[in-house]
């Protein structure tokens, strides 16, 4: 008996030395960003900056770990040998295609979609009062009916009942909705086609698709002066190159390269004598200038593929997503102006539809705390303003403006 307990002493007294070891190894390993989260936490004013400011802490203290990524690797590869389609208590779901899948959460209500609707509806009727037209752009998730296999009675987080309702709003207050599962089903193409699958972010493919759908909408709706026979809305006059398995998306760095594999990517760019400027006014107005390859894509993401977890391949159209960018064509300067409040999923869009407009500009609407959207719309001169938001940041943050007085 006095041995058996000596053995359990000592396991505990190694145990916690270990975490000891281990707790101070990770502080040191992660000084410099502990450091910025406590010069933040100095000019936190109000209880939702504290909110952030925690989840921040969170965020970083997973991040920063020691070895992270070698243990979510061993775990991914525990639970592929067990052949388990969730993975950690379903934070993912992965169907028999290898598809990843965003799994449980609380599901978010209908009720705060009206406020949004009523604030697009503003933001159109504003639009509309100078002039310009006005569209809201709804992408897809990778939960498309008829397109997906993965196990609906399994607890997915999937947002097509906010799409569907929000879609009906805008019905509702006169507002024009492209609704983009639509434009996926139209493609003809499979769901490995259209999305990657260690990554929520659809591919190059299918956001080509969604710039011709896009570019086919507004002419029919709005009477745009688009060419439809500009060769830049078909598919035979772009040039395509595939990087095999160097991608791992932000679900697969969850998950592990073991568990979920690698992706491959399919660079996409027309054939195109025109010249853009792309600036970048969050790095102090970077520009890039030239054709549409040296412009609008970043082909240096590709250079070292030797980490896969550091990698973010989706930077190579317009760096993914920045603060507030903007794309001019100097090649036809009689083009629309297009003025648009998006997220990541518009980049290789806007890209695609840069050939046919003067001016793009943008503004990532989740991360412009600190501007007035009102303002910054009101400022600007544009013949049309859109809207896009990816279906799962349909809240507040992806809506706050034009509020009721």
């Known amino acids: 008996m006095h041995s058996f307990f000596s053995k359990k002493c000592c396991f505990a007294v190694f ?4 975490l000891l070891i281990f707790g101070g190894a990770n502080i040191i390993y992660s000084q410099e960003e502990l450091k910025e989260l406590a010069e933040d936490f100095s000019g936190i004013g109000n209880i939702k900056e504290l909110e952030d400011w925690i989840g921040e802490v969170e965020t970083e203290t997973n991040e920063a770990i020691l070895c992270r990524m070698q ?28 598809m990843l899948y965003y799994g449980s959460v609380m599901e978010q209500t209908m009720e ?8 697009v509806a503003r933001m159109k009727a504003y639009a509309e009062s100078h002039g310009a037209k006005f569209m809201l752009v709804l992408p897809p998730s990778k939960v498309i009916p008829g397109l997906n296999n993965v196990n609906l009675s399994w ?26 599962r639509t434009t996926m089903l139209k493609s003809g193409k499979n769901l490995e086609d259209l999305f990657f699958k ?33 060769p830049y809305l078909k598919l035979e006059n772009y040039h395509s190159y595939t990087y095999s398995q160097c991608f791992l998306g932000s679900t697969g760095r969850n998950t592990g390269a073991a568990y979920s594999g690698m992706d491959d990517y399919t660079l996409m ?27 609008l894509l970043l082909n240096s993401v590709f250079e070292d593929l030797k980490d896969v977890y550091d990698i973010n391949s989706n930077r190579v159209y317009l760096d993914q997503v920045t603060d507030h960018d903007k794309i001019v064509n100097l090649s ?20 695609f539809l840069a050939p046919l407009c003067s001016e793009i500009e943008m503004l990532w609407t989740r991360n412009s705390q600190g501007i007035d959207m009102e303002e910054f719309v009101k400022e600007r001169d544009f013949d049309y303003l859109i809207l896009e938001v990816y279906p799962y940041n349909l809240d507040e943050q992806s809506f706050d403006f034009f509020h009721a007085e």
């Not at 969730?86 to 934070?91: H, K």
């Not at 607890?155 to 983009?180: C, T």
């Open 332 to 351: 036809n300067p009689n083009g629309p102006k297009l003025l648009v409040l998006r997220d990541s999923y518009f980049s290789p869009m806007a890209c």
């Open 269 to 295: 760019w027309p054939e195109c004598g025109m010249d853009f400027v792309w600036t970048n006014y969050e790095k102090k107005e970077k520009r890039r200038t030239g054709k549409f390859t040296e412009a």
């Open 155 to 180: 607890p997915l987080n999937n947002p097509n009942n906010r799409i569907d309702k929000l879609m009906l709003l805008m019905h509702e207050y006169g507002v024009e909705a492209m609704d983009m």
């Open 71 to 98: 243990f979510v690797e061993t775990y991914g590869f525990l639970q592929k040998v067990m052949d388990k389609r969730e993975f950690n208590s379903f934070a993912y779901i992965q169907d028999d295609e290898d």
């Open 198 to 230: 260690t990554d929520h972010h659809w591919t190059p493919l299918a956001a080509y698709y969604a710039a011709v759908d896009m570019a086919e909408q507004m002419k029919i709706r709005f009477g745009i002066n688009w060419d439809m026979g500009s």
């Open 112 to 119: 705060d979609l009206t406020e949004y609707a009523q604030n």
């Open 15 to 18: 145990f916690i030395g270990f």
